[in-house]
């Protein structure tokens, strides 16, 4: 698309698409509220963990932050399986294609499995030696690598469950992911309780209660996304051309999900060297993050639907349109979140433990996290525009150059730890969140650079 097609795509349909269209609004909140409950959903995994697992002690709370990180990174390694698959899917029903595009869907599922029990296998293998890579307590890697070793168990079901509903995701569906999410959630609860106190398995028991909910979630979503494809006449064999096709499209976001990663697990490896104390209310923190990130989130997947079948349709302007309420959204989303956050700073270290001196330094920390929220709404809504338009070589490209301006902001805090903690532990948690926002904002400056362009918006079938 030439510069001058593209300025006229971005004026294009002042009527009802200059982003504030009733009608937009409504395909916006149809997608975007069941994702949102079903992304709040997902993230209750880890802090009924959490909450749980804290109760039994430090320990046990830093050796669960040491084992998520690893675990999270194995599985969001492959988030391509639903953001990319979304992309690829909303696309092809754009251009009318029902069947092509849960042809593509099955791809990626196979493609999971494959991926997911390669992974689980490693993982499996690996979990001390990975786990010690913190630098952690003996105490802690001994707890996290129980935990990392039997959650790897559920690493083919969560993948196949991150494929399944981008599927879904691409044929404008977020109900059925939420359904699956509600589900799995309450069965999570309960079985983390019964594992975990009830046969007093401890930590082991948590791990246990979390992969035999995932696993469920992935078979009523496999359930799902068949009926689908019987009915469209799709077939359910993998092809192992398409199924290469699929994971090597998937490569500039992998590389985008491995710099990501990166500043996660470096960020986590620099609270640990401050400590047990810092690490445990670190991964609280993190936890309570991640809740928020995935609210937030849910606009970003409502983008990534519109934003691909508006543009599989040829239709820049409607993309356009929709990503300028969308962003709108995200800020002021994020801000009310963070003015909850802020609010609540002081309660919310309560539910999770009864170390007063975790509780101190997780409250600095959660006033750092509210500040940063807005900021976090236009970062996560720009992304899923990006994913949904199919962009991930620069998206790649962005966030390794993220990653290089982040570490040396890090690595100071490591460097000057010593003296960070001597002013007080929660100040030193509190310094490791405001650079960890300060990538955020390096996010924020390079999505604002691209978004204003036009090379993101290629339009057709496929990118």
């Known amino acids: 698309m030439s510069r001058d097609e593209g300025a006229a795509a971005r004026h294009h349909g002042g009527d009802g698409r200059n982003g504030r269209d009733p009608a937009q609004r409504r395909e916006i909140l149809r997608l975007a509220v069941p994702a949102f409950l079903a992304l ?8 009924a963990d959490s909450a749980i697992i804290g109760h039994l002690g430090t320990a046990q709370l830093a050796g669960l932050g040491v084992a998520s990180a690893t675990l999270l990174t194995a599985a969001n390694l492959f988030v391509f399986l639903a953001y990319g698959t979304t992309s690829v899917v909303a696309r092809q029903v754009g251009a009318g294609s029902e069947r092509g595009a849960l042809e593509a869907g099955i791809d990626g599922t196979w493609l999971a499995v494959l991926l997911g029990v390669v992974t689980s296998v490693a993982v499996a293998v690996a979990a001390e030696p990975l786990c010690r890579l913190f630098g952690a307590s003996d105490a802690a890697v001994g707890h996290a690598a129980t935990y990392l070793r039997i959650s790897a168990a559920g690493l ?26 509600v589900v799995g959630f309450t069965a999570n609860i309960v079985l983390n309780l019964a594992l975990v106190y009830g046969a007093g398995w401890g930590i082991a028991g948590s791990a246990w209660g979390t992969v035999i909910a995932q696993t469920g979630m992935a078979l009523g979503l ?12 799709a077939t359910l064999h993998a092809h192992p051309g398409r199924v290469l096709r699929a994971a090597t499209t998937g490569i500039p976001l992998l590389v985008r999900t491995l710099a990501l990663r990166s500043i996660l697990l470096v960020t986590t490896w620099v609270a640990a060297g401050l400590g047990d104390v810092p690490l445990a209310a670190h991964q609280v923190a993190a936890t309570v993050w991640s809740f928020l990130v ?31 309420t969308m962003v709108r959204w995200g800020a002021w989303g994020g801000a009310v979140l963070g003015v909850v956050v802020l609010a609540l700073h002081q309660v919310i270290p309560a539910a999770f433990t009864q170390d007063p001196a975790v509780r101190s330094a997780l409250a600095a920390a959660l006033v750092v996290v509210a500040v940063g929220q807005p900021l976090s709404g236009y970062v996560f809504v720009v992304d899923g525009v990006l994913i949904g338009a199919g962009d991930g070589r620069w998206l790649a490209r962005a966030m390794v150059a993220t990653l290089v301006l982040y570490l040396p902001l890090v690595l ?13 532990v929660p100040t030193a948690l509190a310094v490791l969140w405001v650079v960890f926002t300060a990538f955020m904002a390096i996010r924020a400056l390079f999505f604002w650079s691209r978004i204003r362009g036009d090379a993101w918006a290629v339009t057709g079938a496929a990118r």
């Open 294 to 324: 995935f609210a937030l989130d849910a606009l970003a997947i409502a983008a990534q639907a519109l934003t691909g079948r508006a543009l599989g349709a040829g239709d820049v302007g409607a993309a356009r349109a929709a990503t300028s």
């Open 40 to 47: 709040v959903a997902e993230p209750m995994f880890l802090l």
């Open 412 to 424: 100071g805090v490591h460097l000057l730890a010593e003296p960070l903690l001597r002013a007080g």
């Open 222 to 233: 496999v359930t799902v996304l068949v009926r689908h494809a019987r009915r469209a006449g």
């Open 156 to 181: 083919p079901a969560m993948l196949v469950a991150l494929a399944a509903t981008g599927v879904l995701r691409g044929l404008q569906d977020t109900r059925t992911p939420l359904v699956a999410s």
